[in-house]
Every structure is written in structure tokens, then in C-alpha cells.
């Protein structure tokens, strides 16, 4: 039931408005005095409250000064009841903060007429303010799904890269396993060649030589082939130093690309960073295309989360390699080409990433960075790797995604991060969402 709170220092008056609000269906209670009519607010949160303005002690007008400066009480609807010549009060009123006013001696039926236009207020605002709870809830639910969902494409992306991974260690780490055994081999040899000449200086020491001890020394010397080895040991030993190097670059950018970070932007480098993605992603675009890059020197320092970053060339990367193999298949035939550039464009870091496939059609363009939307099969793809990558570099970076596309020609992929925060300030003044340039 709507309550109602009616203050009045006059007892009769008081009993009049309570009387004619109960007949209205009100649940009603009263307080003759200021102090009062603060405590039982706070204690029973009326939908209206009808104020006398000229009470002892405390007038209306402090006292609804009052529910205003109270948080829980601020929203409740106040009418303040009043003579004829109070005009002054009335504006004090208003001004304070007061939905509306009655005068005295009033007629019921415009009290009635007031207060129920006050209780729909009140109704309205309450229903707004559990939307407004309802939305933020919803806000922040979507907030953990989109996080899980960032999380989940980047654990399922590490996952699809694994595989590559491993093959990329592979290869590095069996010719350093081939080229250790060949010159466990070798030192073998040598083990023996050195046991010979050591017993050839005793004899020679002990004055013992023989023609017998000689003939075992050279053939000693020849098994071991000291030229072949003087020749090879060196090429095994460089070419084993270099597949170490190898895993170890392979390990770092692994590490690179899935460090969480600490949720703080970083001054990261670009070219190196893409340079680890493009790396890890080898087994997925070596098939089907021939890689090209071109980093510009000049390329500063860019703030940005690296995690989140990696994750956008790789979605982009993988996206341009799908579209490829969609043109030449396994790339038996012929390959298409992958093209990642960086260049400075005034306060801003540009990437482009360019692939040779069949371009985008004209009627799913602006779907393209909608979350869930795929032109996979059902099973084969998600449809969150540009939507992911869109949210990174728009929400979280500041930045720009857009494409340049040409049906049976290829596209591009174009990410613009500022390098500066009054750069991101004035961009997103001016770019909301995406752009598409066909």
C-alpha cells in the first residue's frame, strides 16, 4: 500500500489531511514536528510526505532541507502545505527542492489530485531506479562474460598454436640432437686417436718407439679424419648454438605472448612484439603464404597492455591466413602473400596487415566486427576473434580498427594505438565505432 507521512504542528489540521488520504486508499501517518518527521521517515520511507512549512522549533522549509541532504530520502516526494500569503516560502521551497505545494484552507479533492500526482512520481522513480540497478547488474555480468570470453578465445588460441609450436621446436631441436651425436662420434674418435699419440710419447720418453706403435698412430689419424672434423666440428657446434637460439625464441615469444601482465599499460615495442606473434603463428601461414614484413625504425615506444595487444595480431594474422588458404587451398599450387608494416602517423602507431585473399562482400561488411558472427561452418570458428580484437583496440587502447577490402583482390586490416594519451582523448571524440573503407 502507498504511504503517506503528513507533518503538521496542528492536530486537527493534521487529522483532516489524514482522513482524506485513508479515504483515498493511503496508508497514513503523522508527525507534529520536524524532529519527528525526520525519525519516522528514515523508519518508514514514505512514497509522499505532506510538510506544514510553519512548524515550532524546526520549520518545513529546514526540515526539507533535511530530506534532501539524506541519501535514502532524497527521492521521497515532499508537498508543502501552506497559507495563501507565504508566497516567499513557497519559492524557498521549490528552490530547496519540493515537488509541489497546497494551500490552506485546501479542498480535498485537490489534495487528493496532488498527492496522486506525487505518488506517480514516486512510482516512476522507483521503477526507473530498479531498472537502473537492473542495468548496472547487467553491466557488470556482461563485463565478467566479456572478460571470460577474452580469456577463453585467448586460451583457446595458445591451444591452436601449440601444435605449431611444437613443430617449430621440433625441427631446431633434431638437428641439434643430430649434430650432438655426430660429434659424440667425433670425440670418440678422437678419445682413441689421443690414446694412441699419448702411448707414442711414453715410447718415445722410454726410448721403446717401434715401427708398430707408429703404424697404430697413423691409423689412428686416419680413422679419425682430422680434416673432415677440423672442417665439420665447427659447423655443428654454430649450427647447434643457432637451433638453441631458436627454442629460445620461440620459448620467449610463447612467454611474451601469453603473459597475463598486471592489467597496467606498458611502453612496449611494436616491431618486436608482432615480430614474437609472427613467429609463434609460423606453422599457421607458412603453407599458404609467403611472408613480408616491413617495420619502421622510427616507431616509438607504445603504451600499451602487451598481452592484449599480441592477441590482436595474432586474431588479425590467423583471420588474413584463413582468407588466403579460402584462395590457393593447401598452397601446393602457389602461395598468397602476408603483409605486416608499422609506420608512425603523427600521434599514432599504425599496423597494417595485408592478405591476398578473396576480400570481403559488400553484404556482411558491417557484421564483420560483431561478436558471434562467423561465415564459418558451425564448429569452425567462433566468431570472436575480430570482435575481440575490436574491443581491445577501441575500449581498452584508445584506438582505431578498420579494413580496406577488394572482393577477389585481398584486405587489410588497418590498427591505429595512440602514442600519446591527448591522442586517444581526441580520437575518441571523433571515431565512436569501427570504420569499414571498401
Not at 485513508?22 to 523508519?43: I, N, T
Not at 640432437?177 to 655426430?182: E, H, L, P, Q, S
Not at 680413422?223 to 672434423?229: R, V
Not at 603523427?346 to 585473399?357: K, Q, S, V
Request: a negative charge; one cysteine or more; proline letters at 3%.
Amino acid at each position: 500500500m502507498t504511504k503517506v507521512l503528513v507533518v503538521d504542528d496542528n492536530p486537527d489540521i493534521a487529522a483532516l489531511m489524514a482522513r482524506t488520504l485513508k479515504d483515498q486508499g493511503y496508508e497514513v501517518s503523522v508527525a507534529g514536528d520536524g524532529w519527528s518527521a525526520l525519525e519516522m521517515a528514515s523508519a518508514q520511507h514514505p512514497d509522499v510526505i505532506l510538510l506544514d512549512v510553519v512548524m515550532p522549533v524546526m520549520n518545513g522549509i529546514e526540515v526539507l532541507r533535511r530530506f534532501k541532504g539524506d541519501a535514502e530520502l532524497r527521492a521521497i516526494p515532499v508537498i508543502l502545505v501552506t497559507v495563501k500569503n507565504e508566497d516567499a516560502d513557497i519559492v524557498a521551497g521549490l528552490d530547496a527542492g519540493a515537488h509541489d505545494y497546497v494551500t490552506k484552507p485546501f479542498k480535498k479533492e485537490i489534495l487528493a489530485a496532488r498527492v496522486r500526482s506525487a505518488v506517480h512520481i514516486k512510482q516512476n522513480h522507483d521503477r526507473l531506479a530498479r531498472i537502473s540497478r537492473q542495468l548496472r547488474t547487467e553491466i557488470v555480468e556482461r563485463q565478467r562474460v566479456q572478460h571470460e570470453l577474452a580469456r577463453a578465445q585467448k586460451l583457446e588460441s595458445i591451444g591452436h598454436l601449440a601444435a605449431g609450436v611444437a613443430h617449430e621446436i621440433n625441427t631446431p631441436s633434431q638437428y641439434v640432437g643430430d649434430n650432438i651425436r655426430f660429434l659424440q662420434e667425433a670425440f670418440a674418435d678422437f678419445d682413441t686417436l689421443l690414446d694412441k699419440l699419448d702411448g707414442l710419447l711414453e715410447a718415445a720418453r722410454q726410448g721403446t718407439l717401434s715401427d708398430e706403435l707408429f703404424a697404430e698412430a697413423e691409423a689412428a689419424v686416419g680413422k679419425a679424419d682430422i680434416g673432415y672434423l677440423t672442417e665439420e666440428v665447427p659447423k655443428a657446434i654454430e649450427q647447434s648454438l643457432e637451433g638453441i637460439q631458436r627454442v629460445a625464441d620461440i620459448v620467449r615469444a610463447m612467454k611474451e605472448f601469453a603473459h597475463p601482465g598486471d592489467g597496467c599499460k606498458q611502453a612496449t615495442d611494436l616491431n618486436q612484439a608482432i615480430q614474437s606473434t609472427l613467429m609463434l603463428s609460423r606453422n599457421e601461414w607458412k603453407y599458404v603464404a609467403e611472408l613480408a614484413t616491413e617495420f619502421a625504425a622510427d616507431l616509438p615506444l607504445v603504451p600499451c597492455l602487451r598481452g592484449d595487444f599480441n592477441q590482436v595480431i595474432l586474431n588479425l594474422v590467423i583471420n588474413a591466413t584463413q582468407a588466403i588458404a579460402m584462395v590457393v587451398g593447401d598452397g601446393s599450387a602457389g602461395k598468397g602473400a602476408l603483409t605486416v608494416t608499422t609506420r608512425r602517423h603523427g600521434d599514432w602507431a599504425e599496423i597494417r596487415i595485408r592478405d591476398t585473399g578473396a576480400g570481403i562482400r559488400e553484404d556482411i561488411r558491417e557484421k564483420v566486427f560483431d561478436p558471434f558472427f562467423t561465415t564459418k561452418k558451425v564448429g569452425e570458428g567462433t566468431g570472436q576473434g575480430l570482435a575481440i580484437a575490436h574491443s581491445i583496440v577501441v575500449a581498452k587502447h584508445g584506438g582505431r580498427i578498420w579494413f580496406e577490402t577488394e572482393v577477389g583482390r585481398g584486405t587489410t586490416f588497418i590498427v591505429r594505438l595512440p602514442i600519446t594519451d591527448q591522442a586517444a582523448g581526441n580520437e575518441a571524440g571523433r571515431f565512436k565505432t569501427a570504420e569499414v573503407v571498401c
